[in-house]
């Protein structure tokens, strides 16, 4: 049986080995919330309030913060 490649990791590997799921952002995983942010052109506070307000559905996610986006 082949080994699990897991494409989605932004970490380094080691202990870091769980595949992650692409539909979800990780609060823990600075870089993650970074990239979501500068990808939906918002603050990296503004990221981190939409997932404690919203939770970590990047569809969610995404569609918050051009509602954020469409208010400034």
Known sequence: MRPR?????FGSGGAESE???PN????TDADQ???FAAVNGI???QARELV???GDNLA???KEARKLQ???
């Open 43 to 45: 603050t990296e506070q």
């Open 60 to 62: 969610v996610l995404v």
């Open 52 to 54: 404690q307000k919203h």
């Open 5 to 9: 490649v897991n494409i989605f990791s």
């Open 33 to 35: 919330l970074a990239y």
């Open 70 to 72: 469409e208010l400034e």
């Open 19 to 21: 595949v992650r799921d």
């Open 24 to 27: 979800r952002i990780s609060t």
